[in-house]
């Protein structure tokens, strides 16, 4: 068996509000909601310089999670209050029933 790796998992929420939950799930552990040790913690406020949501005038609440994984490729969602929605900023595609998913790829330790 390989060795799990831990992954940190980030997001920027670039909406207008602040979500007051942010949880993670994906193919690593079926797709199951709201689990507890999935729920990201905001770690502070990003500006972001590059990009669709760049605005020097703004901040945006940035949230972490960090798991161990064994290495492979992952499909995930973020559920931001209830909303299953993916990270525009992060990589992504379409599954084979057509939903936007985004994608981990998890390399082993050297």
Do not use: C
Not at 35 to 54: C, F, S, W
Not at 80 to 106: A, C, F, H, L
């Amino acid at each position: 068996m390989s060795e799990r790796v831990e992954t940190v998992f980030s997001y920027i929420h670039v909406m207008p509000s602040t979500p007051t939950e942010v949880y993670l799930a994906g193919s690593f552990n079926a797709w199951k909601y709201r689990q507890a040790e999935l729920k990201m913690t905001r770690i502070g406020k990003v500006e972001l310089r590059n990009g669709p949501y760049a605005n020097p005038d703004t901040t945006y609440p940035e949230y972490q999670l960090k798991i161990f994984l064994s290495p492979g490729v992952y499909e995930y969602k973020l559920i931001v209050d209830g909303e299953w929605v993916y990270d525009t900023m992060q990589e992504s595609r379409p599954n084979s029933q057509g939903y936007i998913n985004n994608v981990k790829v998890v390399n082993p330790n050297k």
